[in-house]
């Protein structure tokens, strides 16, 4: 509606009616709105609202036409994901103190979530049996779809103290099934796991905008970076399209580069 609306004021300006608006028209307010330094992104979404709008009307019997169909559009540029780097990821890590109870659950989380890539989402939905600490795998079902993700040794090693010696004295309730809860005995929240992320980011002072993504993003890359199969990637992600994937080969490029350029002796 707010598409719409500016949309609705951009034309009495020239004495137009929504009713009465042809593809010029539109075409001259997609020119008005790239003039205006509107994003192409921004501009695609505007476009798309006037489509439903028109055929809202069509429906309505308030038009006959829809002056929204087929403008020329630029196509949005995607944005690169943003990744740490190994010695910031380090940083991270290396903040919760693990002496402390929740310092030993936030140090299990935080290296769960860097360790498997999954989702914030995930993460808080995980469940005891989802975890095997024999076995260094956690069990991860989003969408319907299972996926079984290995687990690197410090990680399992976090979570077996934290799942042994501190979750027993959080839960309130024996039959609590969540693994990771906050310092009432419930379930852990996004919010509450986001708060916890942003607490840790200016602790170790790293000024990049770090968000629960940061970590799945840099998991991926960091795997692509050390010669992993792209397959392998994907499927730990879970991800449906390949092409989901493969964004993380823009990433590694770039960086392999500013290596290059750092550390080799003749660049």
């Not at 069509?58 to 006959?64: F, L, M, P, R, Y």
């Not at 993700?149 to 077996?160: K, Q």
Request: aromatic fraction near 8%; proline fraction near 3%; glycine fraction near 6%.
């Amino acid at each position: 509606m707010r598409d719409v609306r500016q949309f609705a004021s951009y034309l009495s300006g020239s004495g137009l009616q929504l009713q009465s608006v042809t593809h010029d028209d539109v075409s001259f307010y997609v020119e008005f709105l790239r003039k205006q330094g509107k994003s192409a992104s921004s501009i695609a979404r505007c476009v798309a609202s006037l489509k439903n709008f028109y055929s809202f009307l069509n429906e309505a019997g308030e038009s006959e036409n829809n002056p929204a169909v087929g403008i020329s559009l630029e196509h949005s540029q995607k944005k690169l994901p943003q990744i740490m780097t190994g010695s910031e990821v380090d940083q991270l890590l290396s903040q919760p103190n693990v002496t402390t109870p929740k310092g030993c659950r936030d140090s299990a989380m935080l290296k769960l979530l860097y360790g498997t890539g999954i989702r914030v989402s995930e993460l808080i939905s995980l469940n005891l049996e989802d975890v095997s600490v024999a076995g260094e795998f956690v069990k991860c079902v989003s969408k319907g779809k299972m996926r079984v993700i290995p687990l690197y040794h410090d990680a399992v090693d976090s979570l077996s103290r934290y799942i042994s010696g501190i979750r027993p004295y959080l839960v309130l309730d024996s039959g609590e099934r969540s693994l990771f809860v906050n310092m009432s005995g419930e379930r852990m929240t996004r919010q509450g796991f986001w708060k916890l992320i942003k607490h840790y980011q200016e602790q170790a002072g790293i000024e990049k905008d770090i968000t629960p993504h940061t970590l799945r993003h840099s998991f991926a890359a960091h795997l692509l970076e050390n010669g992993a199969d792209i397959h392998a990637i994907q499927e730990m992600l879970g991800h449906s399209d390949l092409s989901s994937t493969q964004i993380y080969s823009k990433l590694v490029k770039p960086n392999l580069k500013a290596v290059y350029t750092q550390f080799h002796p003749k660049a």
